[in-house]
């Protein structure tokens, strides 16, 4: 099992900046995966970025050289920077740990862009 607890989220204007983190815990090692995942109404969950245990790294085409994804050193925390927001980047954001077999969801944190 793991746990995933975010922290971040609120509103911020356009064009400003905003930094996610979650902290996982339980069966918690090297090989897991950790990503964001965003939602709007109406609209499926979909990725934002996503970190691999050997610092791979994926982003979804919208945030590319906007948001950057960072994993601390023990593995336990992962982070998302949001730089140059729009209100395009309005949505529910998730935290997620993938393991082999499991996906594990935060509670959800939302970030409102406003112009």
């Known amino acids: 099992q793991v746990q995933l607890v975010e922290f971040g989220g609120g509103s911020v204007e356009a064009g400003g900046s905003q930094r996610l983190s979650c902290a996982a815990s339980g069966s918690i090692d090297s090989t897991i995966v950790m990503g964001w995942y965003r939602q709007t109404p109406g609209k499926q969950r979909v990725l934002v970025a996503r970190i691999d245990g050997v610092g791979g790294i994926n982003y979804a085409s919208p945030v590319k050289g906007r948001f950057t994804i960072s994993r601390d050193g023990a593995k336990a925390t992962v982070y998302l920077q949001m730089n140059s927001l729009t209100p395009e980047d309005t949505a529910v954001y998730y935290c997620?740990?993938?393991?082999?077999?499991?996906?594990?969801w935060g509670q959800g944190t939302l970030v409102t862009v406003y112009s």
């Open positions: 997620a740990a993938h393991t082999n077999g499991d996906d594990y």
